[in-house]
């Protein structure tokens, strides 16, 4: 009996890319209330990631006079969690492929809950620093690992839009941390940290695991049943298990992947892609806009906590209603090019509000010109260049390579996230509208870089995404 791979083979005898119709595989692309479930579950660690990015702005004041800790220290305090997370983000490639995804999910759960505990009972400086620390570690596994697992799981009519509920979650756990942050104190906010781990530790338990990540193993059978589950009891499967079967058959001779096989020519697309879009998502300049919007809006005649607020709504509802409902609409390319084009535009605005601010020129206008470009920025940001980074990354490498690719990929975003907030003080020294319309420089190469390089991934399996891009 041949496979249609083997058809192929023969076919003027030489291997090429199998690409199947996009209806051929449509008779097992009914997602289950399973799928839903599944996704929910993971996106609990969404939310853990967002909270711990979120926890230090509304609770510095307070921390500070409780604690009697300076200005280095609480800085400390705050940049640890890049520390934290590089180092999760190098481990969790390689930790999901040994206890699998649920198992990274458990385990970064129980780490960040105990860091988060740490935190709360914390008297001195140092063991909040350890507690701050450890939540970054699960940050950092956890930023890798839910893409991951939701891709794998999900129907490619739902793909993304399943996984840009990552981002979506990111940034309610943000916003959760600024609102509830207004009315608690910071050892009460560290408390309402510790549920989401708790969520999702248990939650995994519920859920299958992922049967791309089973089959890779050899666990055929549960394998079998874990997409049947997430597919439905009446679904028919044969093709799609089918298929996912036929390429881990192919990758299966390969021996482990290294860093070094990263640069092969026959996967360096894979990684230029997924490194090159965490570098823009940063490089555009995300955290420092953030960072400084506080003082637009005090520019503007607005309180502080009124405009981070409004920033982290606006997040939420574009975030929501953009990625999360355009995605498999209009596609990831589209989107993404919009979204660089809308940061282009906001970097202009508050580049240019503060370059007549520095000659005294249109003083009346300034203001508004600055919080337009800040909401402008942000609003584009969160349907595009927020969420489909890690979309693409969860889809492009094959799965020989993504614990190792995706691994170096988070390791890559979050050092880039750490410069940018590094720097960003640096430029604003040097010159306010410089920084900005460097940031906006950056914005037109991250519109050639998706242009040229950015495949469009909406509609297909992974399988398919993979043998497109060899």
Known sequence: ???????????NGKSEPLLLPANESDVSEEA????????????????????????SAPTQFGMMEELSLSYSQFSVFGSILNVGAVLGAITSGKIADFIGRKGAMRLASVISAIGWLIIYFAKVDVPLDFGRFLTGYGCGTLSFVVPVFIAEISPKKLRGALATLNQLFIVIGIASMFLIGAVVSWRTLALTGVAPCVVLFFGTWLIPESPRWLEMVGRHRDFEIALQKLRGPDANIAREADEIKEYLATIAHL????????????????????????????????NGVIFYAQQIFVSAG???????????IEQVVLTALGATLLIDRLGRRPLLLASAVGMLIGCLLIGTSFLLKAHGLALDIIPALAVSGVLVYIGSFSIGMGAIPWVIM???????????????VTVVNWLSSWLVSFTFNFLMIWSPHGAFYVYGGVCVLAIIFIAKLVPETKGRTLEEIQAMMM
């Open 32 to 55: 289950s209330w399973m799928v839903f479930l599944s996704t929910f579950i993971a996106v609990c660690g969404s939310y853990e990631f967002g909270s711990c990015v979120g926890y």
């Open 255 to 286: 021996p482990k992947t290294t860093l070094l096989d990263l640069i092969d020519k026959k996967n360096i697309r894979f990684v230029i892609v997924g490194v090159g879009l965490m570098i823009f998502q940063q490089f555009v300049g995300i």
């Open 302 to 312: 607005a309180s502080p906590t009124l405009g981070s607020v409004l920033y982290s």
């Open 1 to 11: 009996m041949t496979t249609r791979k083997d058809d192929m083979e023969k076919k």
């Open 394 to 408: 969860s889809e492009i490498f094959p799965i020989n390579l993504k614990g190792t690719a995706g691994g170096l």
